[in-house]
Every structure is written in C-alpha cells, then in structure tokens.
C-alpha cells in the first residue's frame, strides 16, 4: 500500500510524501515514510533509532508498536531535503503474528520419528534477557543426578501448533541400565532485535538419555 501526500515545509517543519508497507514472512512489518524538509533543518528532524511511528510520524494513523530502525537523506534542489524513514514491528495494537515453522532434514537425528530438526521462527516482546532465560516458552524439567535439564518443546507458538512428540516420553529402568526418552527438547536459541520486538529462533530435536550402571 503506498499514499501520496502534498504540501510544503515550513521552517522546523516536515511533510509526508509517500509511505509504503511491506510484511515478511514471520510477520513483522515494515513501513516506509518519506518526508521532503528543509535542509537547513534536516540534523533537528532527524530520528533517533528506536522512536516510535507514534511519536515521531506525522501520519493521521500512528503505529505505537512500530519503532525506528534506519533512515536516509537525499539532496533535492531548491535547499529541500527528502528523509527515507524506515520503521519495523507490527501495526496491529496487540498480540504477536503466528510463528514459521519448518522440518529441517537431519541424518541422525530421528529416535522414535523421521530424522529431522524442527525450526521456529516467530516475534516475541520478550526482553533479551527474559527471552535467553525462557525462550520459546516450554517447560524446563530439572536435572537430577543422572541426566541434566532440558527445556521441552512447547505445544504452541503465538498460536502455531508444533508437531508432536513421535512417542510419548517415558523413563525405563533395569539392573544395568537407566533410559529417559524426553520427546522434542529445545537444542538451539538465537535472536535479533528488530524495533522493539525480537525476532527469534528455535530448534529442536528427539532427545533422549541413558545412564550405564555398574
């Protein structure tokens, strides 16, 4: 979607030439606005990264979930200067887009199911530091002395339903012998912050324990 509109600056002033959305495939959203200023007032009406569409376009709709992530300048004649703002996030006022998920084939890596890690892609409000000590929000069962913590696959993402559990887990024990079957358990947790949001991802894989007793 893209709007035109007229006018010119005044002194400390900018206008709003043309704004122009695009959305990727995880959902977030992008949001070009270009401004024709003076230039003798382009260093003042620059942005600062990380402003909010609300506080900073002069849009009739403002966006309070989309923030600033770069912009540009482009000398016009007539001691004009147009400024290319880029903004990311969401312009929904609440809840978070589904997540990406994919099969990723992996020689391997199957126990119980086909040999394959799963991947998720998704947004999340989430802090750095809450995001590296939660992730993708599945339950994290404790360690004991034989086998260490695990962080299982939640059964839903922002909405997306993940795959199932090939078996249930179960845990077998004999003479010699301790097994733990866990189901999908997280492997992998990596993001990027992108506006106010976090564009994150996580994998997972069968995972599964024993102990040899002597």
């Given amino acids: ?17 043309r704004a122009d959305f695009s959305t990727e495939r995880n959902g977030l959203e992008t949001l070009n606005e270009i401004y024709t200023v003076r230039t003798a007032d382009r260093r003042t009406l620059q ?17 309070a979930r989309m923030a600033v992530e770069n912009f540009s300048f482009r000398e016009q004649d007539g001691d004009l200067t147009e400024i290319n703002v880029t903004y990311v ?14 099969l990723i084939p992996t020689p391997g ?13 998704f947004l999340t409000d989430k802090s750095e530091t809450d995001f590296s000590a939660n992730g993708a929000g599945g ?40 097994f733990a079957y866990f189901g999908y358990t997280q492997k992998s947790l990596s ?8 564009v994150a991802r996580a994998t997972f894989a069968e995972d599964s324990a024993s102990v040899i007793s002597f």
């Fill in 109 to 121: 890596a199957g126990i119980h199911g086909p040999n394959m890690v799963i991947e998720a892609e």
């Fill in 191 to 198: 993001c990027e912050r992108r506006g106010i949001f976090l």
């Fill in 47 to 63: 942005p600062s990264f990380g402003t909010l569409h609300s506080a900073y376009s002069t849009a009739s709709t403002k966006f």
């Fill in 89 to 102: 996030g969401l312009t929904s006022s609440s809840g978070l887009p589904p997540a990406v998920v994919r």
């Fill in 139 to 178: 339950l994290t069962l404790p360690g004991n002395i034989f086998f260490a913590s695990r962080t299982l696959m939640p059964d839903t993402i922002n909405g997306t339903k993940m795959p199932a559990n090939p078996r249930e887990p179960y845990n077998r024990t004999t003479y010699a012998e301790s």
């Fill in 1 to 17: 979607m893209s709007a035109v509109i007229v006018g010119s600056p005044s002194s400390g002033s900018k206008v709003l030439r």
